[in-house]
């Protein structure tokens, strides 16, 4: 393991031009591995009444590892991961922070899940382990403003800041004093729409991505919340329901005082304590993102998303809930093996990128369809008794 003296850290995790050593990714591997597993130690079993969750988490990510680097190959014959972060606003896409942490974490899991069941060897496909890794490290140096590569790098600690000081100036100019109507709409209007979001995307969590705190320096701090639809046909699923949204990409902003406290997880997920932050909030507006930057609702439209997303909720859930299975489980396989589509989107090289699941993953639904056979090769990747990370070494090295 390669130790701080040898490692040249805030090229590491600031320089996009720099080339790490083999040993420089190996601790970036190490790292994110070690706090993946400590996040997912605790909730080694997922469930879901509609989708067998422990299944397409084994085939989607076994999927990734087929598919990821050639599809970043295609990206980068068009574009730099730098100049797709930029290329759109920062926050209100589905190119969120969470989309982005969970890239190379994915991944890499579909790397141990390969060679845990006999089909490669630690050895085997370093090229490709660094072209993702490559291009994960680069779009999140371009998208992060608090120069680290992993919330639990950031000062404070388990945060995360990917807004500018000139965004996060007009959002707060945007603000509204808190009330108890408005603390009941927001509380209606979130419940909705994580609902929904986590439906879309077969009961996981990569529609909601939570960024800060961003710290005012008056005792205060905003929290961003993102909740990012299905906007632009990528999952079929949802055809004929999306449609009947007026709105797809939207951001909850909160003011909150330096008592609430705010802890954001490797991939993007926030806790607060107290877990009813609203109670104490101080100022807040929900923004949407219609390709033209973020827009504030007022309070009439707010209440007319949270009526729509319910009525299209209802519609979802009986439409998937009359799908079969195996069908069900084909969409989730999709859902977590589709984190390029927006990026892919971005760069203009959507249609030329096959997004069908791999035969050999299609095929091994019968294999894995055993919630406790997924269970039992999950929890060998996930929470590993013999090392603190998820994952093993690049090239094989000890």
Known sequence: MTTAASTDTHALYTDPGYEPTLEEWNLLVHKGGAAYKSELSARTVFESELFGMNTYIVMSMMEDYLRVPDRIRTILAHTTATDLVRSQPTIGTKKSFINLAAMPLHYLTGRELYVDLGETSLEDGLEDQLTVLRFWREATIATRRDGVLFNMDADPADSCRVVDDAQLGAIRDQLLPADDAMRTSLRKL???LTAYAFLENCDARTAVCDTGPYHLGDGTFLA???????????????????????????????????????????????????????????????????????????????????????????RLYQRLAETEAEERNLYATQMYAWKLKSWARMAGCYDEIDWSVSPSVVESYDRFKDSDVALGLIGGVFVPQDRDGCFRPLGGQA
């Open 190 to 192: 979130g419940a909705r």
């Open 224 to 314: 961003l919340r993102e909740l990012c639809l299905d906007k632009y046909g990528e999952f079929p699923w949802l055809d004929g329901i999306r449609e009947d949204l007026a709105h797809h990409q939207f951001v909850l902003a909160f003011r909150l005082p330096d008592t609430v406290k705010m802890e954001n997880n490797v991939w993007g997920t926030a806790w607060f304590q107290p877990s009813d932050y609203l109670g104490d909030l101080i100022e807040a507006r929900v923004f949407v993102n219609d390709d033209e930057g973020l827009r504030p609702l007022g309070a009439d439209e707010i209440d007319d998303v949270t009526s729509t997303i319910r009525k299209a909720h209802r």
